[in-house]
């Protein structure tokens, strides 16, 4: 596609529910990376994909949070049980090699609300 | 260990005045640095990106930063602002060497543009 593209755009539950969030990689992008953003606190890495390597998930905050990436592209996020404090904004980009100081291109985000 | 802070989390100008948003970073070794800019209910865009080729770096919207390894800088700087300047402002670094592909972001700088 022309960008990155995450789905929904806005999602509102219920304390304790189970929430997926959608990421969709530009096309060939190999490495793919979760982050959380909250007000004031900037952008909070949470999980990085490279290929068929391994993810790194040092940065998910608790086991409440994983993430799968099927075929080397599409990547969803899912938050169990979800807890007032997961209320963030959260955003996916992607970039085209596994060098180092690559670009990442970022989606507009998901905006999670838990009430 | 690499790490980013952004002095001030708000920057006021008025339209048509300088625009410094401050950067400074701690890494072992020159990383590779970023300017990223956010504007409301989108995704992050690349403004810059440094890379050792030169100190002075130039990107879009006639932003450019200044790499200063003495003081562990990299702010970035506009002329003149423009009302459409307004937007979250983020530094990034992406360590050079060593294991990690993951860069660090600060806590991002608000830019207000006043008539």
């Known amino acids: 596609g022309a960008g990155v593209s995450q789905s929904p755009s806005n999602k509102v539950t219920e304390k304790g529910k189970d929430v997926e969030l959608r990421c969709d990689p530009i096309?060939?992008?190999?490495?793919l990376y979760w982050y959380r953003q909250s007000l004031g606190q900037g952008l909070e890495f949470l999980i990085y994909f490279q290929g068929n390597s391994a993810p790194d998930k040092s940065g998910l905050p608790s086991d409440r949070f994983s993430a799968e990436r099927t075929g080397g592209s599409v990547s969803t996020l899912t938050i169990q049980r979800t807890q007032q404090e997961d209320s963030a904004v959260y955003l996916c980009?992607?970039?085209?090699?596994?060098?180092?100081?690559?670009?990442?291109?970022f989606g507009a985000g998901t905006r999670l609300s838990v009430l | 260990a690499q790490s980013v802070t952004q002095l001030g989390s708000h920057v006021s100008v008025s339209e048509g005045a300088l625009v410094l948003l401050r950067c400074n970073y701690s890494?072992?070794?020159?990383?590779?640095l970023f300017w990223y800019v956010q504007y409301p209910n989108q995704g992050l865009q690349l403004l810059l990106k440094y890379t050792s080729a030169a100190t002075l770096v130039k990107g879009i919207n006639g932003f450019e930063a200044e790499f200063k390894k003495s003081e562990t800088s990299f702010h970035l700087t506009k002329p003149s602002a423009h009302m459409s300047d307004a937007a979250e402002y983020f530094c990034?670094?992406?360590?050079?060497?060593?294991?990690?592909?993951?860069?660090?972001f600060g806590r991002g700088t608000s830019l207000i543009v006043h008539p």
């Open positions: 990034a670094v992406s360590p050079a060497s060593g294991g990690s592909y993951i860069p660090t």
């Open positions: 890494s072992s070794v020159p990383p590779y």
């Open positions: 096309s060939g992008h190999t490495a």
């Open positions: 980009a992607s970039s085209s090699r596994t060098g180092k100081g690559d670009i990442q291109y």
